[in-house]
């Protein structure tokens, strides 16, 4: 039986703001309870022989971290197809 139902994907998408066809609806609460089940399968994985991480990161540093000069703003904003008061200006998205 499914764990994700129509419900859960019509309360998750009212959350996100999103409207969904019921084809969509119906793709989603598939995928997302696949998604579950495939979570479910790794979590019976046998992990005792795996030593523990922080994260998956080796600890390696690629490079030494030094501070180096910036650009200067000029060659920054030479390509810029509006710059404004040594910034990049762009068109709002945010806000009306």
Do not use: C, N, W
């Amino acid at each position: 039986m499914s764990k994700v139902t129509i419900e859960t994907v019509d309360h998750v998408a009212r959350l996100a703001r999103l409207s969904l066809t019921d084809d969509e609806r119906m793709t989603f609460a598939r995928q997302l309870d696949e998604i579950l089940v495939y979570a479910e399968s790794i979590q019976t994985l046998d992990t005792t022989d795996v030593p523990a991480m922080s994260h998956a990161g080796t600890g390696e540093a690629f490079r030494d971290d030094a501070a180096r000069p910036s650009l200067e703003p000029g060659p920054a904003l030479a390509s810029a197809p509006d710059p404004s008061d040594r910034l990049f200006r762009v068109p709002r998205v945010l806000g009306g």
